[in-house]
């Protein structure tokens, strides 16, 4: 029997997806900041360190997506490129000033924002929750 797209858990999850990106949208607008660029600012403020490919595997994404993205956050000044001496092929990303603000600017928006994410759920709903989604993550992995 072939279910509809209604009972898919593809779909379902892509809906949510959407609408939780869609609201987080509208969110980070008043900062000129994207949901997936804001993510990227975090991952590059908690490791130093960090290079493109780091940020695409993190955030499962192409590399080519990714650069548009750092493309676009160097444009509005919030990263730069620091080529490291010993590999003049990789390029360390760090955040300027303008990128620590609009982080700090956001902060309360976005812990706001995932906090209501979770309303109405109880704490074991939301390990479950994470547990179902890794389940999931593991079978696309895995059989596909």
């Known amino acids: 029997m ?13 809906q949510t997806a959407n609408r939780i990106n869609n609201r987080f949208n509208e969110v980070l607008n008043q900062y000129d900041i ?6 990227t600012l975090e991952i590059i403020k ?9 940020i695409a595997s993190i955030l499962g994404k192409n590399k080519t997506t990714i650069s548009r993205s750092l493309k676009a956050l160097e444009k509005k000044g919030f990263i730069k490129r620091v080529e490291i ?5 990789v390029n ?8 620590e603000e ?15 994410l979770s309303l109405n759920l109880q704490e074991e709903e939301i390990k479950q929750l994470f547990s179902l989604l890794d389940k999931v993550y593991k079978n696309i992995k895995e059989t596909f």
Request: glycine letters at 4%; zero cysteines; proline letters at 2%.
């Open 2 to 14: 072939v279910s509809s797209y209604k009972n898919s858990i593809g779909f379902k999850i892509n």
């Open 85 to 89: 001496k010993e590999d003049k092929r």
């Open 34 to 39: 994207a949901p997936e660029q804001r993510a």
């Open 46 to 54: 908690t490791d130093k360190n960090t290079n493109q490919k780091e």
């Open 92 to 99: 360390i990303i760090e955040l300027t000033q303008k990128g």
């Open 102 to 116: 609009v982080l700090k600017e956001s902060a309360k928006s976005v812990a706001q924002f995932r906090q209501n």
